[in-house]
């Protein structure tokens, strides 16, 4: 991020006050922000950090909570694969071009896609083990602690 911060500064103070431009430079400053929003899918799911409605969630026992929390990580796989296969088929069809800027083929630049939903996909996958071995104490609230009742 701090690359493509340094970059785009560069690029914008070269563009307005000295009148240059370089579509090499613009081009791999976008295929720069593509690789970190998507290579950002994965270490959301890994730090918990995506989007999640929880007006029902946070009103439930933590049993159902952590089967909540695998179905929703269900849900989130099925749409990660599909975003895969789609990649895949885009960097099939679109990847023969060669890129204006950089004059290199474009299955480079398209080809985060399939590869940040596959590294996804494997996150996904350990969030789900991880809640199903997990002890259910774990979704319990925060500032509420779980205690068994004796007879």
């Known amino acids: 991020m701090g690359l493509l911060a340094v970059l785009v500064i560069f690029s914008v103070i070269a563009r307005y006050f000295f009148s240059l431009s370089w579509k090499q430079l613009s081009e791999f400053n976008v295929t720069l922000f593509a690789f970190t929003t998507f290579w950002g899918m994965g270490i959301n799911v890994i730090k918990g950090e995506h989007v999640i409605i929880d007006i ?5 026992p933590p049993a159902i909570k952590r089967w909540l929390s695998v179905v929703n990580y269900l ?4 749409v990660d694969l ?3 296969w789609q990649g895949i088929n885009y960097v099939g069809v679109a990847g023969k071009q060669i890129s204006q800027g ?7 630049m398209y080809g985060i896609m399939p590869l940040s939903g596959a590294i996804c996909a494997v996150c996904i996958i350990f969030k789900i083990i991880q809640f199903v071995m997990v ?5 319990a609230p925060k500032n509420q602690v779980l205690t068994k009742e004796t007879p």
């Open 75 to 78: 849900i989130m796989l099925v």
């Open 56 to 60: 029902v969630y946070d009103r439930v």
């Open 102 to 108: 950089m004059e290199i083929p474009m299955k480079y």
């Open 82 to 84: 599909v975003f895969t």
């Open 135 to 139: 002890d259910v104490s774990y979704f």
